[in-house]
């Protein structure tokens, strides 16, 4: 059983670890949370029953059935005898040789008959005479059996009123007396407290049992049956529908076993969107999947995004639409390539999806938004452009909102300015992404177009240091960066960085300038050495190379092309003079060979072609387009038949467009020119 690799191994940690941590912090709303109001359309497709439901009063109607059975209860009440014999008793005692025993006596009888007759509740008094019927309800056991019983209230009076019909009958028999008042009035008024009153329990049972009629069912929402369809206006009854189906949903979900199945659902989800993103780079982009470096940077940078889209779906309204997607395909546009960051964002959009309330709408608008930006950033190689890029992101979020609302809605009504103010702040912040650029950079040792424009200038200390201790290599630097950038633009390749590789390539001769060719004025060193020493010398000066570019920090990217541009070739020309030299013809190679490696992209192979194109050209006798040609062919063959080009990308199509552009190229360069006549004449 073949062992597996730690890259795979690698590489399934983070398919798991992404999956989880995403699972752990997505809201785990079992059914998909809906936005409704009362007397709007419906945006949604048509909603039907997954199940039997009643139907409920709307709150409007309930509210005014309730009022109604409010109004024409008739009040459940019990009398307490105590109450009247203490009265009594504490308004004798009150009253006591403050009037005449006569008129004592009077108002003695009247309190007792006022108790007889019953003192109410002012509540309940107040709410008899509004229905205009002078009844009530006690409730009475007989023979262990509860029986409701009416009674008459017409001769019941409230505590207010029953003071006013002793005032009255007593100044009726008293004229001289006139009305209650003093010490008799406050003792009177203070002995009249109700000994009718409200029966809680029996007023409870029986009003809650009117109710019923107000929260029963009318019929029954049969399952399958609509509940609404878009487009259709929110009335208080399908309003009150939508609460029923969206609470017994909740109560019927509530099972541990439900929520499992639930959660593993959101699981296999996640896991097959980023799984599809593993198939695509496994299949189409193998350097990139092979690099765990890149798959880290790839599968962190969706996992946080979507991360942080949950976090602002959580705590901010709208939050979902804060959320810069459009930032991704520009990033990973960047440092890998155009349908790696189309297919990054259409896996970070359908996860980001669980979450969004309109799923359809939301991948709608944001796989279109960052389409646009992918399609309209091409290669970063100015900061203004993502400005550009941020202003197609804003026209597209607006005119994508727009056709949203008429085709849910059917009009602009629910249109929202705010929302316009979410999609302008979103591609504000996209502008600024490239601050993140810069921080991929650092952490992931990527290179961005920016970086490798700012390192192609010629006015860069270290540039500028091989301009003037190594000219000749300088110049020679300058031709093959002209050469290779003109190829990789006719193949497809990456224009810039084969620009800027070609001008880093050979800092290594900065260490000994004068053993190569180029800058050399009449003064040959190799001239006192043996062949392998010198060989050596010029072989060195990838090694060097190296050294310098990681002194002077320059991006991996940069260095690959130092020391593949060579690949595994031999030092030709002293090889052969060292087998030249020898006796037997016997010289161990690998002396005379540069350490490598081949080259790995279709760029560094287009700058070993370029720079032994270039060198060699130097050495033509006459530059006509039949020896030009010849020169190119026998060069780039000869590195073919070599086999440095077998661990490449690069094509054999790709080859012979190289070469082409190469012969018109150097055609150019050396082209023949008029000779100016001189004047014969004085």
Not at 499 to 516: C, E, M, N, V
Not at 531 to 544: G, N, R
Request: charged share 20%; aromatic share 12%; glycine share 6%.
């Amino acid at each position: 059983m073949k062992r597996i690799s730690n890259l795979t191994w690698a590489r399934l940690g983070l398919l798991i670890g992404a999956t989880a941590i995403i699972l752990f912090l997505i809201p785990h709303a079992d059914r998909q949370s809906y936005s409704y109001e009362l007397n709007a359309p419906w945006k949604y497709p048509l909603l039907t029953a997954d199940f039997d439901m009643p139907i409920l009063r709307d709150s409007m109607s309930a509210n005014m059935l309730r009022d109604s059975i409010d109004a024409n209860f008739i009040p459940f009440v019990k009398r307490d005898s105590e109450i009247g014999e203490k009265a009594l008793i504490r308004f004798r005692n009150s009253i006591a040789g403050k009037t005449g025993y006569s008129e004592a006596s009077h108002l003695r009888i009247l309190l007792k008959e006022a108790y007889a007759n019953g003192i109410v509740d002012g509540d309940i008094y107040a709410g008899m005479q509004k229905r205009g019927k002078r009844v009530l309800r006690t409730l009475t056991k007989e023979s262990g059996t509860s029986m409701v019983q009416t009674l008459d209230a017409s001769e019941m009076l409230s505590a207010a009123k029953a003071f006013e019909h002793i005032d009255s009958v007593y100044a009726a028999t008293y004229p001289s007396h006139g009305r209650l008042d003093g010490d008799v009035a406050k003792a009177l008024n203070l002995c009249l407290n109700p000994n009718i009153v409200e029966d809680e329990a029996s007023d409870s049972k029986y009003r809650n049992q009117e109710y019923l009629q107000v929260n029963g069912a009318q019929g029954v929402i049969k399952k399958g049956q609509r509940i609404v369809d878009r487009g259709e206006i929110v009335t208080p009854q399908i309003y009150t529908n939508l609460n029923t189906y969206m609470e017994i949903l909740e109560k019927s979900q509530s099972t541990d076993t439900y929520h499992t199945y639930f959660y593993v659902g959101q699981g296999l989800y996640i896991l097959m969107c980023f799984s599809a993103l593993y198939f695509f780079l496994f299949l189409y982009r193998s350097r990139f999947y092979n690099s765990l470096r890149k798959m880290v940077f790839l599968m962190s940078f969706i996992t946080l995004f979507v991360v942080f889209a949950i976090l602002m779906f959580e705590y901010v309204r709208n939050g979902l639409y804060f959320v810069p997607y459009a930032v991704i395909p520009v990033v990973i546009l960047i440092f890998f390539d155009a349908r790696t960051a189309i297919f990054s964002l259409i896996v970070s959009v359908m996860i980001s999806a669980l979450v969004s309330v309109f799923q359809l709408q939301f991948i709608f608008l944001e796989l279109a938004v960052g389409l646009v930006a992918a399609f309209s950033l091409g290669r970063l190689s100015q900061r203004s452009q993502l400005l550009r890029v941020g202003l197609f992101t804003f026209v597209t979020y607006s005119l994508c909102y727009f056709v949203m609302e008429l085709l849910s809605i059917g009009n602009l009504q629910q249109f929202s300015w705010r929302m316009i103010g979410v999609f302008a702040i979103n591609s504000v912040i996209l502008s600024f992404a490239y601050i993140l650029i810069l921080v991929v950079e650092k952490l992931f040792g990527f290179t961005s177009t920016v970086t490798l424009v700012e390192l192609s200038d010629i006015n860069s200390p270290l540039l500028r240091r091989l301009a003037e201790e190594a000219p000749g290599t300088f110049q020679h630097s300058m031709q093959v960066s002209t050469l290779a950038s003109e190829a990789a633009r006719a193949i497809g390749a990456d224009t810039q960085l084969v620009r800027t590789g070609a001008l880093y390539h050979d800092i290594g001769k900065l260490d000994s300038p004068i053993f190569f060719t180029e800058n050399q004025h009449g003064v040959n060193p190799h001239s006192g050495l043996n062949p392998e020493t010198s060989a050596h010398k010029i072989i060195s000066h990838v090694s060097s190379g190296l050294q310098i570019a990681s002194r002077f920090k320059l991006p991996e990217v940069i260095q690959h092309f130092i020391s593949e541009h060579h690949g595994t070739s031999l030092a030709k020309y002293f090889y052969n003079t060292a087998v030249n030299q020898s006796e037997d013809g016997k010289v161990d190679i690998n002396r005379y060979r540069y350490p490598g490696p081949n080259p790995q992209s279709k760029e560094t192979a287009i700058l070993m072609m370029a720079d032994a194109v270039e060198a060699a050209s130097r050495s033509l006798k006459e530059y006509s387009t039949e020896s030009i040609n010849e020169l190119v062919d026998r060069i780039i063959d000869s590195q073919q038949n070599d086999g440095l080009f077998r661990e490449s990308p690069i094509s054999f199509r790709d080859v012979e467009t190289v070469k082409e552009t190469f012969k018109k190229r150097l055609a150019t360069i050396y082209h023949s020119r008029v000779a100016y006549p001189e004047i014969q004449k004085k």
